[in-house]
């Protein structure tokens, strides 16, 4: 049945061993998000990497996420032991159809792509401004960095780095 839901879907997969299954949905801001699918004896786990641990705002982040979980279909964001950033999920194995998984692999897609820029800025945003310094100061393309040129006005640029 997961198997049938991930093809209609049309989705990259791979079977790596029984009851497992590594989804690669494809993304905008986000490249791709893997997604792990783990069928036990009772219920089905879904699992999404979203960004590593943040290097700062660490507790703005968490409440971000905190808050945002109260308005998502399914999933929710969780931490694990590093503190790197997860959707996660877990249904009765008498819940899983194709609909539900295709909606669950939805609001992941939904989630880690619609939320990946504002992730970034909130926890990397010190890592982005020195990125696009360095990037400027020896004429490199600046262009995937255009999601977060609002961050790059001229004080930013004057200002000196921080430890």
Do not use: Q
């Amino acid at each position: 049945m997961i198997e049938a839901a991930l093809a209609e879907a049309e989705v990259e997969w791979e079977h790596p061993r029984p009851g497992t299954y590594v989804v690669t949905l494809p993304g905008t801001r986000k490249l791709s998000t893997t997604c792990a699918l783990s069928a036990g004896r009772h219920s089905l786990s879904v699992n999404a990497f979203v960004v590593r641990r943040p290097d700062e705002n660490a507790a703005a982040v968490h409440r971000w996420m905190l808050e945002r979980n109260t308005r998502l279909y399914g999933v929710g964001y969780a931490l694990d032991r590093l503190g790197d950033v997860y959707l996660v999920a877990r249904l009765p194995l008498a819940a899983v159809t194709p609909d539900e998984v295709d909606r669950l692999l939805g609001a992941v897609l939904e989630e880690a792509d619609g939320s990946f820029n504002s992730l970034l800025e909130t926890g990397f945003g010190s890592a982005i401004r020195r990125e696009y310094r360095w990037r400027t100061s020896r004429g490199e393309s600046t262009r995937n960095l255009e999601a977060f040129s609002h961050m790059f006005g001229e004080a930013d640029e004057e200002r000196p780095e921080a430890g």
